[in-house]
């Protein structure tokens, strides 16, 4: 029995190492190209699509943004505007800063207290616990966004949507300067 309680212990160990090793630091981009600068990237008109997935993976919703960035110096005002395949609508506006130190920060309406990110490399990482009303009642969510600048036209992002830690939706959005229809003209 206590050989066993040991082997217990020794995995639990083993597990939680394996995890704390596989997590991914925004320093590991530090030597790739194109260089993210979010003031440049979200500056002007863009579009994006994206999908969000559950907990088993199964794609539960489909949407398109409509994108206007505005920059002055530091501080950036970036618009977005949702729709949903479903048909509902939304929107958010980002109020960004740039830091001296390279952090990035921001606020808007449905997220509580400021976001912060940075970037090194083709990558920036965002953070921030964004409320999300479900019917009549609103939760918290952790968003861990990761975005990957492609080429100076695309940028991929992947999100992690968390609660008391467990990712329970992944969204993936596709964004594009260069797309010829800035408009959400399918979803609308």
């Not at 949407?63 to 509902?88: I, K, M, P, S």
């Not at 009642?137 to 992947?158: A, G, I, K, P």
Request: hydrophobic share 35%; net charge negative; with cysteine.
């Amino acid at each position: 029995m206590k050989l066993r309680h040991i082997t217990d212990i020794f995995t639990v160990i083993t597990f939680v190492f394996l995890l704390a090793s596989c997590t991914t630091h925004i320093e590991e981009y530090q030597e790739t190209t194109p260089n993210f600068d979010i003031a440049e990237y979200f500056n002007g008109e863009l579009v994006a699509w994206g999908i969000v997935q559950d907990y088993n993976r199964k794609l539960t919703r489909r949407f398109c943004v409509e994108l206007n960035g505005q920059w002055q110096g530091n501080r950036g005002d970036l618009y977005e505007q949702f729709y949903f395949a479903d048909g509902e609508r939304s929107s958010r506006h980002w109020r960004l800063e740039k830091l001296p130190s390279g952090i990035v920060t921001g606020t808007a309406d449905d997220v509580d207290g400021v976001a912060s990110g940075q970037s090194q490399g083709m990558a920036f990482q965002w953070q921030y616990y964004l409320n999300v009303a479900v019917g009549d009642t609103s939760y918290e969510f952790f968003l861990d966004d990761w975005m990957y600048q492609l080429d100076q036209y695309r940028l991929f992002n992947r999100s992690y949507m968390k609660k008391f830690g467990v990712t329970l939706a992944e969204i993936s959005i596709f964004f594009d300067k260069e797309a010829t229809n800035k408009t959400c003209s399918t979803f609308k």
